[in-house]
């Protein structure tokens, strides 16, 4: 059996050496980089007396150091990757003047160690870029009152805190416009992270573009949605999506999980000889499954981060107003996308080619038009009924403005009288049927806090709280639950 | 013919290699010198920035204080098993118990209830009564591979590394199920504990609190003690190396082991419990995923690398806390020389792992004599 031979003494003897050695090691090797400037830096960073002076600081800071949190790997292709490319771009477009970083695979529980030791290397603006993160955020915020945090998809919010987020649903529509068409069987099946109401306001405009088509086709088109618990579980994914497949009979699927898992999965099954399409998400995954991929969501997280960063540059955001900094962008801003690759030029495959034909073979009315046409034609209508509202963006940036987004005209008066506000067509306009996910005290909209059911008159837009709030599903929705 | 064979004999002469802290320190230096190899193989990071960084790591040592309190704790709890032979690799598990056991308490024991009130009495009374349950829950989680050992004779290895799995799936069940929050916006994961229940922030080092210190030494000092200086702490160490002669002695086998159960589940427990009333406040879903950041498995290291000797668990948390963090920084100046896009998170655990090879490697050595022997 082992037992130290060294007396007590000469053990902390070699311990003190030995931390000796390491101290004066690296103090030399501290002052003979170049990298020790930063160090004093952050010393003045951290200083208290940085509060008193922050005022004048922020009016217009000459060069910024922002950092950004990641929940997971950068290579997971999908979330993470897609906010680290956001990054890349933001750090090559304002090189000039900014510095960036990252951690990525950080978990809720290490995020304050994580923060901290940013915020003493002198970073001053931190995004974290997780719902999970929220309260963890919150408190550093509170903590570090000169530094400013945005919080990507949560909605705490102080003085030198602020959220973001880009959000995909209208995108998820027009995927289900074709998912509708697409389908053979009718059941359709969709893998969520947690049902929480960003991921049910996804599902359900995916449903409405799915019945919107596949009813018109003499489809009894419904969702089928499982709940893994996890943003990034990989195994998990395909394992419900095998179970959605095999044994609940789906043929179409669309999910919300950060990693390529489930299109790597369809892409096996065509290889063995069984379709299954999907719809890739975040990121552009049509290379993983060329033959199953119809088309998918892309994000722009540079946009928000280009628009957040020159505001911060030009002193218009600063730690002591970001209270009421929330970036709600939608299809109009370009913040998001529809498609599943993007070209080495830089453009979007908006709709793989392989599905191109199948989609304008398929003809059916349009039930705001009027008019017959082939279901890639109606995808692209909506897309540009979607992307046209010029005034939006601007109430897009605040909680604030965020409750007139669902106007569709005001009235301004003269000759002109209706001017538009919102975009000409949205799949969140009654009627709408649905039942409550959520009821009474669990309950987030009034519609659940008062009942199971909702019904949505026809003609009448969801509203901002409505859609950031939603706490049901649309009746032809079927949740299986967790697996 | 050639033939060629490879002789292990035990030592029975002294190495050079024989002292636990020249071992120690000489296994880190190495390590981080072969980890600094690989990377610049890969890579190409220039030395200057790879050692700066590691010394950047030791300096801002408030970040590397919480990890090494509870590597403390639980490498602890850890040892005082590994001396009595006890083989706790279950004390993730018994750490999720004293999860469970603290958040039920604050929550939702019909304490919680009379206990509400802002004063200080009350709330510590509720601290109090949610960490000794934590801590019981734990000795409970560990009683059971340690009743099965003494009554069966099954090694308790496997079936606490299953019970690990076990502690997760009940976790999971109750934050999915009866413990589901209100006010978690349709995420799965219970509710917050209230701000009374919390524990204490130390002012000026935000990463830390009041209780979890004042239990890293009592733990640190009462095992100590116990095993220096009572009756027995003498039987667990007979039991740790000479099982025979503690019976002989008329000793009951199977009672110690049963203590050393207790009390090194009952420190996994109370860790846990900490953690979750001073950092976590609330219980995850799919905790297994690292949520618990594998204190409990990290901390085997620690006792591992302290030589089943207290005095060096401090040391020993140290550089294990120093690793996995130094892990974290070294990303940052990989990240320019890796290609865009590309994840340098891999690299974050080369460190540990390169440091426990060669103190296994000399840690072989010392013991055991390795030849290879060629005969023709």
């Known amino acids: 059996m082992v037992y130290p031979v060294v007396e007590p003494r000469t053990m902390y003897v070699l311990v003190i050496i030995a931390v000796l050695i390491a101290g004066f090691v690296g103090y030399f090797a501290g002052s003979a980089t170049t990298g020790y400037a930063t160090v004093t830096e952050f010393k003045t960073v951290v200083s208290p007396t940085t509060i008193t002076y922050y005022p004048a600081v922020a009016v217009s800071p000459e060069k910024i150091r922002a950092a950004w949190i990641y929940v997971g790997p950068i290579g997971d292709l999908g979330w993470s990757y897609m906010h680290d490319l956001g990054r890349r771009v933001v750090e090559s477009l304002f090189k000039q003047w900014l510095e960036t970083t990252y951690y990525e695979a950080v978990s809720e529980a290490e995020l304050l160690s994580r923060i901290d030791e940013l915020v003493r290397a002198g970073y001053t603006v931190i995004f974290t870029t997780s719902f999970e993160f929220m309260e963890k955020t919150y408190e550093a915020a509170k903590k570090y009152p000169n530094v400013m945090f945005f919080h990507c998809s949560g909605y705490m919010r102080w003085d030198n805190m602020g959220t973001y987020f880009a959000d995909l649903y209208q995108v998820y529509y027009l995927n289900g416009l074709m998912a509708g068409a697409l389908t053979k069987t009718g059941k359709i099946g969709y893998v969520a992270a947690f049902t929480i109401p960003e991921v049910i306001r996804h599902i359900n405009a995916f449903a409405i573009g799915a019945k919107e088509v596949g009813e018109q086709l003499g489809k009894n088109i419904e969702v089928y949605v499982v709940e893994i618990g ?169 909680a604030l403005t965020h409750e007139l987004e669902n106007l569709t005209y005001v009235d301004i008066g003269g000759k002109e009288r209706l001017y538009l506000v919102s975009t000409e067509f949205d799949p969140f306009i009654g009627p709408l049927d649905g039942w409550c996910k959520y009821t009474g005290t669990y309950a987030f909209t009034e519609y659940c806090k008062k009942s199971d059911k909702v019904s949505i008159p026809a003609g009448v837009r969801l509203g901002h709280a409505d859609l950031w709030n939603m706490d049901w599903f649309v009746s032809w929705v079927k949740y299986l639950g967790g697996r | 013919m050639v033939k060629i064979s490879l002789v292990i004999t035990k030592r029975y002469k002294r190495t050079i290699i024989e002292s636990t802290p020249v071992i120690l320190m000489g296994s880190l230096l190495t390590g981080l010198v072969m980890s600094y190899l690989i990377i610049w193989a890969t890579v190409g990071l220039d030395p200057l920035s790879f050692f700066t960084t590691f010394y950047q790591t030791l300096v801002s040592y408030t970040g590397l204080l919480e990890s090494l309190l509870f590597l403390t704790i639980l490498g602890t709890a850890i040892s005082i098993a590994f001396y009595g032979s006890y083989w706790n690799v279950g004390a993730e598990g018994q750490y999720v118990l004293g999860m469970l056991g603290a958040i039920y308490v604050v929550m939702f024991s019909p304490l919680s209830g009379f206990l509400s009130g802002n004063d200080l009495v009350s709330a510590a009374v509720l601290k109090l009564a949610a960490i000794l349950l934590g801590g019981a829950l734990g000795a409970l989680w560990s009683l059971i591979p340690g009743l099965i050992k003494v009554f069966t004779k099954i090694s308790e290895i496997p079936i606490m590394l299953l019970m690990n799995y076990i502690a997760y799936s009940l976790s999971d069940y109750l934050t ?178 390169t440091t426990l090879i060669v103190y296994t490697l000399t840690r072989i050595t010392k013991e055991f004599s390795v030849k290879l022997v060629i005969r023709r």
């Open chain 2, 176 to 353: 999915a199920g009866p413990w589901k929050g209100r006010y978690t916006y349709g995420y799965i994961r219970t509710d917050m504990i209230s701000e009374s229940a919390r524990l204490t922030v130390i002012p000026g080092l935000e990463t830390l609190r009041y209780e979890v210190v004042i239990a890293a030494i009592v733990v640190l000092v009462s095992i100590y003690l116990i095993l220096d200086h009572t009756l027995l702490g003498l039987k667990i160490k007979f039991l740790g190396t000479n099982p025979t002669a503690l019976k002989s002695s008329g000793f009951d086998e199977r009672k110690v082991t049963v203590s050393v159960a207790t009390i090194s589940g009952f420190i996994a427990g109370l860790a846990g419990a900490m953690r979750l009333l001073g950092y976590d406040y609330r219980l995850p879903y799919n905790i297994g995923d690292g949520k618990t950041g594998f204190y409990g498995y990290t901390a085997i290291l620690v006792a591992w690398l302290s030589f089943r000797d207290i005095r060096f668990i401090v040391p020993s948390a140290i550089i294990v806390s120093a690793l996995s963090s130094f892990g974290y920084r070294i990303q940052m100046s990989l990240k320019g020389l890796l290609p865009p896009g590309i994840s340098a998170y891999a690299f974050s655990q080369i460190f540990i792992g």
């Open chain 1, 230 to 398: 996890a943003w990034f579980a990989p195994d998990k994914a395909v394992d419900a999506a095998r179970y959605l497949v095999d044994v609940v009979g789906v043929d179409v699927i669309a999910f919300t999980e950060d990693s390529s898992a489930i299109v790597e999965y369809a892409q096996e099954q065509y290889k063995r000889g069984k379709e299954v399409y999907v719809f890739s998400h975040y990121g552009p995954m049509y290379e993983f499954g060329p033959d199953v991929v119809v088309s998918g969501q892309l994000v722009r997280w540079e946009v928000i981060y280009a628009d957040i960063l020159t505001k911060i540059r030009s002193g218009v955001l600063n730690p002591l107003n970001l209270r009421n900094v929330d970036y709600w962008y939608l299809l109009n801003t370009g913040a998001v996308e529809l498609g599943a690759h993007v070209f080495e030029n830089g453009t979007v495959m908006m709709v793989n080619p392989k599905f191109v034909p199948k989609l304008r073979e398929v003809v059916v009315k349009d039930r705001l038009a009027g008019d017959k046409i082939s279901v890639f034609d109606l995808v692209m209508r909506r897309y540009e009924q979607m992307r046209r509202a010029p005034i939006l963006q601007a109430l897009q940036f605040s």
